[in-house]
C-alpha cells in the first residue's frame, strides 16, 4: 500500500482553506452556545429504558454486550405517523404472538421537510414518511411500545437539526443521528452557514448530556462513504467525523452501516475495523441490512436477508460489539414495507439467533481479522491525509465547523483523490487502487460495463449524438445518476450533469439555459408523482418543451392506500416517459 501520497499536483488544484464561507461564525462559539442549551434540557424516560432499568439506551447495549445478549433494529417510516405509530403496536403485539422478543430499537424514518426548520416543514413538498408536528406526536415516539427509537433519518445533518435534538431529548431518546446527512442538500435550502452551524449546535447539545449515555449517531452510507470506491476510506471518513463529533464537540459519537455490501465476509471485515478505530468503543448503533442484493423476486430475497443476517449476528456474538442488526423487508427494493412485512423479517432476525453457537466457531476469523487490519492502517491514512492537508492549507482543524464544511465542500470525488490509500494508478477513477473495493462500485461498475456492451450493439444513431441532455436525481442516489450519465455520454449525447437532491424549478432554469432537448430524472425518495407534477407545470410557466423522462421508484404515498403506490399512469398522462431500463431510455430518446 503506497499511503503516504497526497498527491501534490492533484492538491495544488485547489486551496481547501477557499472552501470556507466567509459568513461562518466560530465553530468554538457555536459549540458553547449548544452546551448551555443542553444544560437546560431535561432527559425523558422512554418505555424501554424503563423497562430495562437503564437511563439510557448505550447503558443498556454495553449490559448485553457483556452479558452476550443479541439486540435487534428495525427501521419504520409510513406515510403519517399515526399510520406509524399503530405499525409499532402492531409488531410488538406480533412477536409476543408468536413468542419472540420484540425489537430492541427502531430508527425512524421521516421525510425531508424534518430536516428544515420547523417554520418551514408545512410548506415543503411532502415526501415518503412521516412528520412529527406537535410535542404529542413526538411523545408518542417514546410511550407507545418498549421499543427504543432512534431520532434518525433527517434530524440531525439538515438546517433543523437543533429543533430535533431538543425535541427528541425531552421525550427520552437517547440515540440521535444522523451526522453524515450533513452532506445532504434539504429541498429549496441553499444556505450552508446556517445548516452547518445548526449541526454543530445540535451536537453540542447531545455532547451537554455524554454523561447520561446520549450518543451522537452517523450512518457512513447516507455521506460520502455511499459513493466513496475504497473500504479503507469509509473507515478514513469514520475518524474524520468522530474527531469532529467527540474531540472538538465533546459528544459520544457512534457508527452505523452496511446496507450498500453484500458480500457478508467484507461485512464483518469493515464492521471490525469501524471497531478498531473506536477507542471509547461507543457501540455500533446498527448493522443495516443487505439493500443491494435484493431483487424483484421477493422469495429469493430471504437468501438475501439470511446470509446477511447471520453474519452480522456472529460478528457481534464473537467480538462482543453490542450491535443491533437491521432486517431489511424483502419487499424494501420496490416500495416502503407494512407492518407485517417489517414484523415477519423480525421474527426471522429473532430464530437466526438459535443457529449461532453451531456456526461460529466453524468460521476463519483469522482471514477476516487479516482483512480488518489492512483496513486499519488505509482508514489511518485517510484520516492522517486529510488533517494534514487542512492544515497545511490554513484550515483550523480545532474548529469543528470549520473542518465539517471543507469536508462537504470538496465532495466525495476530491475527497477520495487528495485523501484516499492504496497503489497510485490513474486508471482507477480516483486515482489509486482501493485497498478494498466497495460492493456498489462493484456492482455499478459491471452493471455499467453489461449496459454499454447492449447500447454497442443497438448501433445508437446520429439521433442521439449531440443531443443535450439534463440529468439530475430527486435524492441522494449518486450512482443511478453515474449510470444514466455515462451511458448518454458513451452514444455522443452532450450531458449536463445537475447532481443530486435538486429542485424541480431548478432543473428547469438549468434545461431552459442549456436549450436541452431532454430532462432525464432518476428517483428513489418517493416523491415521483409530485416531482414529476411540480416539474411539468414549471416547464410550462417557462415555455419550456424538452422531453421528459422519469425512473427509478415510480411510487407515491396516495391518500387511502396503506403502502406507496405506483404512479406511472399519472406522470404518463402529464406528458412524461418511464422507461423500464436505459436501454429503452436510449431507444425513447432517438
Not at 30 to 58: D, F, P, Q
Not at 490 to 515: C, H, M, Q, Y
Request: net charge negative.
Amino acid at each position: 500500500m503506497d499511503s503516504n501520497w497526497i498527491g501534490e499536483e492533484r492538491m495544488d488544484a485547489i486551496d481547501l482553506s477557499d472552501l470556507i464561507p466567509s459568513d461562518l461564525p466560530d465553530g468554538r462559539e457555536i459549540v458553547a452556545e449548544g452546551l448551555a442549551l443542553g444544560e437546560n434540557i431535561v432527559i425523558g424516560e422512554s418505555l424501554y429504558c424503563k423497562e430495562k432499568g437503564v437511563r439510557s439506551e448505550r447503558e443498556w447495549r454495553e449490559i448485553a454486550r457483556d452479558k452476550g445478549i443479541p439486540c435487534t433494529c428495525m427501521n419504520i417510516g409510513l406515510s403519517t405517523w399515526d399510520e406509524t405509530r399503530e405499525a409499532l403496536q402492531n409488531i410488538y403485539e406480533d412477536a409476543l404472538v408468536r413468542g419472540v422478543r420484540p425489537p430492541d430499537r427502531f430508527n425512524l424514518i421521516a421525510e425531508r421537510r424534518m430536516g428544515l426548520p420547523k417554520d418551514r416543514r408545512a410548506e415543503a413538498p411532502q415526501e415518503t414518511g412521516p412528520c412529527l408536528w406537535d410535542e404529542k406526536d413526538w411523545w408518542e415516539l417514546t410511550q407507545t411500545v418498549p421499543i427504543q427509537p432512534e431520532a434518525a433519518d433527517n434530524m440531525i445533518g439538515g438546517p433543523g437539526s437543533l429543533d430535533n435534538a431538543l425535541d427528541a431529548l425531552r421525550v427520552g431518546i437517547t440515540c440521535i443521528g444522523v451526522l453524515s446527512q450533513y452532506t445532504w442538500r434539504w429541498p429549496y435550502w441553499d444556505d450552508e452557514t446556517s445548516q452547518v452551524v445548526s449541526v454543530v449546535k445540535a451536537a453540542a447539545v447531545l455532547a451537554s448530556k455524554k454523561s447520561d449515555g446520549v450518543v451522537f449517531d452517523s450512518y457512513l452510507e447516507d455521506g460520502y462513504p455511499g459513493v466513496f470506491h475504497d473500504y479503507a476510506s469509509y473507515v478514513g471518513w469514520a475518524m474524520l467525523e468522530r474527531y469532529v463529533a467527540e474531540d472538538l464537540i465533546g459528544a459520544a459519537y457512534a457508527n452505523s452501516w452496511g446496507g450498500l455490501t453484500q458480500n457478508p465476509i467484507i461485512k464483518s471485515a469493515v464492521t471490525l475495523a469501524l471497531e478498531a478505530v473506536n477507542p471509547n468503543r461507543v457501540p455500533i448503533s446498527f448493522l443495516q441490512g443487505d439493500t443491494i442484493g435484493n431483487t424483484p423476486d421477493f422469495d429469493a430475497n430471504m437468501a438475501v436477508l439470511v446470509n446477511d443476517l447471520m453474519m452480522s449476528k456472529l460478528t457481534d456474538m464473537r467480538y462482543r460489539l453490542g450491535t443491533a442488526p437491521l432486517a431489511v423487508p424483502v419487499t424494501e427494493t420496490e416500495r416502503i414495507p407494512d407492518w407485517r412485512e417489517v414484523a415477519q423479517v423480525q421474527t426471522i432476525s429473532r430464530k437466526c439467533e438459535e443457529y449461532l453457537p453451531l456456526i461460529e466457531s466453524y468460521i476463519d476469523w483469522k482471514k477476516i481479522e487479516e482483512l480488518r487490519n489492512q483496513l486499519v492502517v488505509g482508514g489511518k491514512q485517510f484520516f492522517s491525509n486529510a488533517l494534514d492537508a487542512m492544515k497545511k492549507m490554513g484550515v483550523d482543524i480545532t474548529d469543528p465547523a470549520r473542518v465539517l464544511i471543507v469536508m462537504k465542500l470538496l465532495g466525495p470525488e476530491k475527497c477520495e483523490e487528495l485523501f484516499g490509500v492504496g497503489a497510485r494508478d490513474d486508471s482507477y477513477l480516483r486515482g489509486h487502487k482501493p485497498v478494498l473495493e466497495t460492493d456498489l462500485v462493484r456492482q455499478t461498475m459491471e452493471k455499467r460495463r453489461a449496459i454499454l456492451e447492449s447500447v454497442a450493439k443497438m448501433n445508437p444513431d446520429e439521433q442521439l449524438r449531440d443531443k443535450k441532455v439534463v440529468v439530475a436525481s430527486t435524492d441522494v442516489h449518486e450512482f443511478a445518476k453515474f449510470l444514466l450519465t455515462s451511458t448518454l455520454e458513451s452514444v455522443g449525447s452532450k450531458v449536463v450533469d445537475f447532481g443530486i437532491n435538486r429542485d424541480p424549478e431548478d432543473i428547469v432554469k438549468v434545461a431552459l439555459e442549456t436549450d436541452a432537448d431532454a430532462i432525464v430524472i432518476t428517483t428513489h425518495n418517493g416523491v415521483a408523482r409530485s416531482f414529476g407534477t411540480t416539474l411539468v407545470e414549471s416547464m410550462k410557466e417557462a415555455g419550456l418543451e424538452s422531453s421528459v423522462f422519469m425512473g427509478g421508484v415510480l411510487n407515491e404515498d396516495i391518500e387511502g392506500s396503506d403502502v406507496p403506490v405506483d404512479v406511472r399512469e399519472h406522470l404518463h398522462k402529464i406528458g412524461i416517459m418511464t422507461p423500464d431500463t436505459v436501454e429503452d431510455l436510449l431507444g425513447e430518446l432517438r
